[in-house]
């Protein structure tokens, strides 16, 4: 019985608080679990940001350094999640700002016009293609917006962060956060409107 019980706590996945320790401590696995861990949402988020696989990958390669250089300075008490994103929004905005000003400048959607819900996939082959082709569309109109608003869209909805986490990741007043989302949203269907691709909604 022992035995057993000693060997299903050894079989315990580790969790995000044990690298970070273990990170700390100087253990240099603990960084390559922590990269291994996070690769895929980080390299999403930094693609979003900057629009070139390239130069998100050099980004997601900076990101890891500095949270090496930095990891003594992490206060454990603060969301992780936020905090990694925090690093990586820094350097894509410094990046941003060294190679594409004109990126970050934040164009007023028309008006206050209310943002609607897009509708559930529906089951059926027909549709599913369908919302395949409606995806890459809204992927499209996506990489138009202005980096501060593919930001906020990926974060809240790729990422599923709080608005509260959000608004830790970048620094900003949540009232801040709330009216990019907002204006982020009304971008996106602004541009999905003039390419004619919007379809009905349902309540």
Known sequence: MMGNAAATVWEAPVGVEDELSRLRRGDPEALGALVERYQHRLYRYLCRMVSDPAAAEDLFQQTWLRVAEQIRRYDERRNFDAWLFRVAHNLAIDSLRRYRPESLDEPLPSGESRVERLPADAPSALDLVVEREWSGKIAGAIEQLPAIYREVLALRFEEE???????????????????????????????????????????
């Open 161 to 203: 962060m709080k608005l509260e986490e959000i608004s830790e990741s970048l620094s900003a007043p949540l009232s801040t956060v709330k009216t990019r989302l907002r204006r982020a949203l009304e971008g996106l269907r602004e541009r999905l409107e003039a390419s004619g691709a919007v379809r009905e909604v349902t309540p």
